[in-house]
């Protein structure tokens, strides 16, 4: 494994996380257009959800055969072919004349999105190794972080120059830029020696293996629906900021910037916390603190009917504390089930994860963002599996030890000392 040239050791943190950033943008810039696109098209609320859940669900298909297709062909052709493609949908989605060939070209989107996430992850592994990659995945989630605040932000300055039509030119400029950068400017990481031969089948058998693993249900279910919790209220950000708070399409980091601190404060609390305090203890201090954020969602709910800023947004910034507490760590001990297919966990972890957000995008969005109550009690719901499968997992993986063995250096074990 060499190291990059000193330039591309610079630009490569900002080139992942413009990568990484696709994902945020398709979803939270459009947001301000929703009264827009429904008027032009004349659909309702319930139907606009369904512009986040198409495409979320052609992110997570396409997500399980990013990396493997970049296995076989090298990092960077994936990547250059993902954001041109996207590219080619954003000017489809600029000039439908329907709403079902807008959705098609969401679900187009969604399967070409998914490219530079999945394969940049590959690539920081493939460039550096333990303390340097870690620190180079941090400084790609903390740049990545403020994406979900600009994203509406920049959705809500486009609309005045070109109305909906202009999210979707500037989506087009944005991957074209990137998809040049990325052509320019990134190192192939995966040379011809050590690619693989891309086969579906044998893809799909040693997913299917996954799932004659005990453990690894407990572990996939706890890390999905964790963010799921958060995602509700993420994807109800159109009916909770211009409905139930009655602001303008230029409010809504009201919304996303108490997630966005939430989130970075979590992920770098949880790094603090790695070499000083057990697994058993981060994992617990996490669900101790969605559980505190979730209590005070229903009790806010109930005491303000009508929600009120900024008290009603808060406890998003404690439920985006827990979910990265906890995250990490529910990751690292899924992955570590199976030593030599991480990669392939990681494509079903994403899956999962992706598929559970389509459904809380397509389905309970829209049944339940028509009160603060039901969003509350709705990702409350969704914690409490959380905890529950957490604790499923501490009964199932408990093993015998000797006298006096604590249960949180078991759990350690089993991330330092993979089965």
């Given at each position: 494994?060499?190291?990059?040239?000193?330039?591309?050791?610079?630009?490569?943190?900002?080139?992942?996380?413009?990568?990484?950033?696709?994902?945020?943008?398709?979803?939270?810039?459009?947001?301000?257009?929703?009264?827009?696109?429904?008027?032009?098209?004349?659909?309702?609320?319930?139907?606009?959800?369904?512009?986040?859940?198409?495409?979320?669900?052609?992110?997570?298909?396409?997500?399980?055969?990013?990396?493997?297709?970049?296995?076989?062909?090298?990092?960077?052709?994936?990547?250059?072919?993902?954001?041109?493609?996207?590219?080619?949908?954003?000017?489809?989605?600029?000039?439908?004349?329907?709403?079902?060939?807008?959705?098609?070209?969401?679900?187009?989107?969604?399967?070409?999105?998914?490219?530079?996430?999945?394969?940049?992850?590959?690539v920081i592994r493939d460039t550096f190794e333990g303390p340097a990659a870690q620190r180079l995945m941090s400084q790609v989630m903390m740049i990545f972080g403020v994406s979900p605040v600009i994203a509406p932000m920049v959705g809500a300055w486009l609309l005045p120059l070109g109305g909906w039509h202009g999210i979707f030119w500037f989506l087009l400029l944005f991957t074209l830029l990137l998809s040049a950068a990325v052509a320019i400017w990134l190192e192939e990481s995966h040379p011809p020696a050590r690619r693989t031969t891309f086969a579906v089948r044998p893809l799909l058998a040693g997913y299917l293996s996954f799932g004659r693993d005990r453990p690894f249900w407990p572990l996939l279910i706890s890390s999905s629906v964790n963010f799921a919790g958060l995602f509700l209220f993420i994807a109800s950000a159109p009916r909770i900021v211009l409905e139930l708070l009655h602001l303008s399409a230029q409010d809504f980091p009201w919304l996303f910037v108490p997630v966005v601190v939430g989130l970075i404060s979590g992920a770098w609390l949880s790094g603090r916390l790695a070499d000083r305090r057990s697994v058993c203890f981060t994992v617990n201090l996490g669900?101790?603190?969605?559980?505190?954020?979730?209590?005070?969602?229903?009790?806010?709910?109930?005491?303000?009917?009508?929600?009120?800023?900024?008290?009603?947004?808060?406890?998003?910034?404690?439920?985006?504390?827990?979910?990265?507490?906890?995250?990490?760590?529910?990751?690292?001990?899924?992955?570590?089930?199976?030593?030599?297919?991480?990669?392939?966990?990681?494509?079903?972890?994403?899956?999962?994860?992706?598929?559970?957000?389509s459904l809380v995008a397509g389905v309970l969005?829209?049944?339940?963002?028509?009160?603060?109550?039901?969003?509350?009690?709705?990702?409350?719901?969704?914690?409490?599996?959380?905890?529950?499968?957490?604790?499923?997992?501490?009964?199932?993986?408990?093993?015998?030890?000797?006298?006096?063995?604590?249960?949180?250096?078991?759990?350690q074990a089993q991330i330092t000392e993979p089965r």
């Open positions: 494994m060499n190291p990059p040239p000193r330039a591309a050791r610079r630009s490569l943190p900002w080139l992942l996380a413009a990568l990484s950033m696709i994902g945020p943008f398709s979803i939270d810039a459009i947001f301000p257009a929703f009264p827009l696109i429904g008027a032009h098209f004349q659909v309702d609320s319930a139907a606009l959800q369904q512009l986040i859940s198409v495409y979320l669900l052609t992110y997570a298909a396409m997500s399980l055969f990013h990396g493997a297709i970049s296995d076989a062909i090298g990092r960077k052709p994936v990547m250059v072919a993902g954001m041109l493609v996207y590219a080619l949908a954003s000017v489809l989605a600029a000039v439908s004349t329907s709403f079902a060939m807008l959705l098609a070209c969401r679900a187009l989107q969604g399967a070409c999105a998914g490219a530079g996430l999945v394969v940049g992850r590959a669900y101790a603190v969605m559980l505190l954020a979730c209590v005070l969602h229903v009790s806010l709910a109930l005491a303000l009917p009508q929600p009120r800023l900024p008290w009603s947004m808060l406890p998003l910034v404690l439920h985006g504390v827990g979910v990265q507490l906890a995250f990490p760590t529910l990751t690292l001990l899924l992955l570590d089930r199976f030593p030599h297919l991480r990669g392939g966990i990681s494509s079903v972890q994403a899956f999962a994860s992706l598929l559970l957000s969005s829209p049944l339940l963002s028509s009160t603060m109550l039901s969003l509350s009690l709705g990702s409350s719901t969704l914690t409490l599996i959380g905890v529950l499968s957490w604790y499923w997992y501490g009964r199932i993986s408990r093993v015998p030890k000797a006298p006096g063995l604590a249960r949180d250096v078991e759990l």
